[in-house]
């Protein structure tokens, strides 16, 4: 029998509170794409910082080719021929590519030849794989899915053979995804090992050659993509039936909510990225904008809720005129906003659970009377969004920091929905979220606009636009060229338009 490349056997991890991996056995051919698959929470960040030595496991052996080794930090890790690409990104935003690839690396000399060698072996690679980089840019001035590629090179760099690669479609554009894994598979045909963590079912499909599916820390089996499928995978994770087809009612449209007219908006560098923008968000509706990332939807959410000022234009809101840069009297005015960068402007990752899942009314009534805050009441409402949302938690108390990613993403969601709003702004609001969280969400958004509220969606997800919105802006190089009802609006007309060409 061939040996696998990769073995781990019997993998316990206790965090307080939890039994984040319980017992778990996992091993990689040689060559294999091997997805990792599981609800939020349930164990796949954590098992994979233990192979690449963030985290040492409370039981459990790893194998390397057959021999038994211990990994006890990542540079153990590297040298066993393991890399990791995280999540959130580890580059230096203001330092050069190479600077970035060299960054922790026993050189002996810093002179100019090693920088030199450096710069050719990233030419070299870069070459091999098609990832067109230049080892003189710096960090910031690439866009996401080149960042990532970055942290490929890195990987390969130091002569890994075996990736690991948490959920790094997330970030990524269709297009990007697609030369992602044009990626993978030249590294698997190489005889590349790649452990790929997604929560898109329909990637994991495409990309694997197999699938283990974690679920509360335990390891519950693997397939083939032959024999399985998109239900089955969901029901494997969650435990029962997934409604992954979101159903609704049509739409009863009301008054206007939002009124946006020829709004003009530059970014932090003085660019103009939202150029001339009119929509109207109304009452029982949900108008969902489609786009590309980086067409100017980020800054045109950033002006409707008062976090970058607007150059021309104008905002009504019920009636009432906003003015830009003023989260505060956003907020007051009934407007719920689920940010796309849930860690920067979501949450306060260093405060409890509790404290995030409140941030935007402890100063009101009921849970702040005359200037004091109430914590029973407080932490009465932390405890029954806990439950609803099913955020997993080891209680209201853990600092939100230690939450796997979806559940961060859980309690901005669940703060926001749970307010009484006019408006909610929901930017990529699944994102990062087990297939069980984004069927429930879908129906908490639906059931927002359904209570005559008006919903703006924002989404690089085609499925989730399709599926929410009742309208839908197709946003183009800071422009909306289209505006269409659902009716009208197939996956290729939208396709086309995200890419400029007008139907
Ligand atoms: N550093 C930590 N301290 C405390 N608890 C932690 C820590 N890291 C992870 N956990 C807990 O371990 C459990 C598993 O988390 P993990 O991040 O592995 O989940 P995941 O499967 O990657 O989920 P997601 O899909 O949301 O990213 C969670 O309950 C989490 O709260
Ligand atoms: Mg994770």
């Known amino acids: 029998m061939k040996t696998d490349i990769l073995s781990l056997q019997g993998i316990v991890k206790i965090f307080p509170g939890v039994l984040a991996n319980d017992h778990i056995d996992f091993s990689l051919g040689k060559g294999e794409i091997h997805s990792l698959l599981g609800e939020n929470g349930a164990g796949k960040t954590s098992l994979m910082n233990i192979l690449y030595g963030l985290y040492t496991p409370d039981e459990g052996e790893i194998y390397i080719n ?55 072996r990233i030419r070299e690679l870069s070459g091999q794989y098609k990832f067109n980089l230049d080892p003189d840019d710096l960090i910031k001035d690439l866009p996401i899915g080149t960042q990532q590629r970055v942290e490929i090179i890195k990987a390969l760099y130091r ?74 995978l969901a029901s494997m994770m969650v435990g029962r039936e997934v409604i992954l087809k979101v159903e609704k009612n049509v739409m009863k449209r009301g008054a206007p909510v939002l009124q946006v007219k020829d709004l003009e908006v530059n970014d932090q560098r003085g660019a103009k990225v939202v150029d001339s923008i009119s929509f109207t968000v109304n009452e029982g509706e949900i108008f969902g904008i489609a786009g590309v990332q980086g067409n100017g939807q980020t800054e045109l ?17 019920k009636g009432v005129k906003l003015t830009g840069e003023d989260p505060r009297k956003v907020t007051l005015l009934g407007i719920a906003h689920i940010p796309e960068d849930r860690q920067k402007y979501g949450l306060v990752l260093q405060y409890p659970v509790r404290d995030n899942l409140i941030l935007c009314s402890y100063y009101a009534e009921p849970f702040s009377k005359r ?25 209201i108390n853990t600092v939100t920091e230690t939450l796997s990613g979806g559940n961060q993403q859980k309690i901005v969601v669940a ?54 919105a009742d309208t839908i802006g197709v946003i183009y190089k800071g422009k909306i060229i289209k505006t269409l009802n659902i009716e009208e609006a197939t996956k290729e007309k939208l396709g086309l338009l995200m890419a400029g060409v007008n139907v």
Not at 303 to 317: I, K, R, S
Not at 443 to 452: F, H, P, V
């Open 159 to 232: 002569e890994a053979n075996i990736l690991i690669l948490d959920e790094p479609t997330s970030v990524l554009t269709p297009q990007e995804t697609e030369e992602l894994f044009a990626i993978l598979r030249s590294l698997k045909d190489e005889g590349k090992s790649i452990i790929f963590i997604s929560h898109k079912l329909k990637e994991v499909l495409s990309i694997s050659d197999k699938i283990t599916v974690l679920r509360d820390g335990r390891s519950i089996g693997s397939v083939t993509p032959e024999n399985t499928s998109e239900q089955e």
């Open 301 to 317: 959410i950033q002006a409707l809720t008062g976090l970058l000022p607007f150059q021309n234009g104008e905002v009504v809101m």
């Open 415 to 468: 703060r926001e929905l749970a307010r009484d709003i006019n408006l909610l702004i929901a930017s990529q609001p699944t994102r990062g979220l087990d297939v069980g969280s984004v069927e429930y969400i879908h129906k908490k958004i639906i059931e927002t606009r359904d209570a005559r509220r008006g919903v703006l969606l924002v989404s690089s997800e085609l499925d989730e636009i399709m599926s929410l």
């Open 371 to 395: 200037g004091i805050l109430d914590y029973p009441v407080i932490s009465e409402k932390a405890s029954r969004l806990i439950e609803e949302y099913d955020i997993r938690t080891p209680g």
């Open 66 to 120: 057959g021999r038994k080794v211990q990994i006890k930090n990542p540079s153990d890790a590297l040298s066993l021929g393991i890399g990791m690409v995280h999540q959130h990104f580890m580059l230096i935003p203001i330092m050069s590519v190479t600077e970035n690839i060299m960054l922790g690396m026993e050189t002996k000399k810093i002179g100019m030849l090693d920088t030199e060698k450096a710069k050719n």
